[in-house]
């Protein structure tokens, strides 16, 4: 079975700093690593990925995750917190052969004007 | 068209009522899923349909039924729910190459969602 860890229930950064988000996982064999992003009462959209190549993903909104195997993280990054930037993250893995995508618990960040 | 829309946006019905909750996406996605988000908690998987069929139910008590009736359309039957089934209800989808489980490359794509109050 595959699982994530959110170790952060909240992260709180001032604007302009640079934020990590951080995400374990396990599962067997090839991971398949996302980060989505969900404001409040709202959907959840995607902001990048990790699939295989290099270990460090860009996305959506200048959001970044880098990828460390030894590790078992796919921590997010932004260099420059914006106060819109404050949200609930998800982090989540999926498996090859299954359709199931387990999430972190999600952690709330919050950009400090 | 790059997304998945979601209707009603909000929902109060009565625990005799019968509703449904709709799903639709134009992105050509062969996979849709059904999920169930309490408040700040993630979301936890009811229901996967893949080209059209019913791959995936977690076990979802029987007042929930879902329905795909085509590639774009996904349905959600309500039925006698209880207090505790208010939620957010969000429907997705994503691009399948059809090999058993799915892609894992391929990243969902989430509506709005629904939400849900049961009185």
């Known amino acids: 079975a595959q699982s994530v860890a959110q170790p952060e229930d909240q992260v709180n950064v001032a604007e302009g700093n640079p934020l990590t988000v951080k995400c374990t996982y396990s599962v067997s064999g090839n991971p398949y690593l996302f980060w989505y992003v969900q404001y409040p009462n709202r959907g959840l959209q995607f902001l990048l990925k990790?699939?295989?190549?290099?270990?460090l993903v860009k996305g959506s909104y200048g959001f970044e995750a880098e990828f460390n195997k030894s590790q078992t993280s796919f921590h997010l990054k932004k260099p420059s917190a914006l106060v819109s930037d404050s949200a609930l993250y998800f982090c989540a893995v999926r498996k090859a052969g299954s359709y199931q995508l387990t999430f972190g618990k999600g952690t709330k960040l919050s950009v400090i004007p | 068209d790059t997304e998945v829309t979601q209707t009603p946006k909000h929902l109060v019905m009565g625990m005799t009522n019968k509703k449904s909750l709709k799903c639709e996406q134009h992105m050509g996605h062969r996979a849709m899923y059904w999920y169930k988000q309490k408040a700040k908690k993630p979301p936890e998987l009811m229901f996967v349909?893949?080209?059209?069929?019913?791959?995936i139910n977690e076990s979802v008590p029987s007042r929930f039924s879902p329905e795909c009736p085509n590639s774009s359309l996904l349905n959600l039957h309500l039925h006698a729910l209880q207090p505790e089934d208010s939620a957010l209800y969000l429907c997705?989808?994503?691009?399948?190459?059809?090999?058993?489980?799915?892609?894992?490359?391929?990243?969902?794509?989430f509506g709005p969602g629904t939400r849900l109050t049961v009185l």
């Open positions: 990790y699939i295989t190549g290099d270990n």
């Open positions: 349909y893949s080209y059209e069929k019913l791959s």
């Open positions: 997705a989808s994503s691009q399948e190459g059809g090999t058993s489980g799915g892609d894992p490359r391929n990243e969902q794509f």
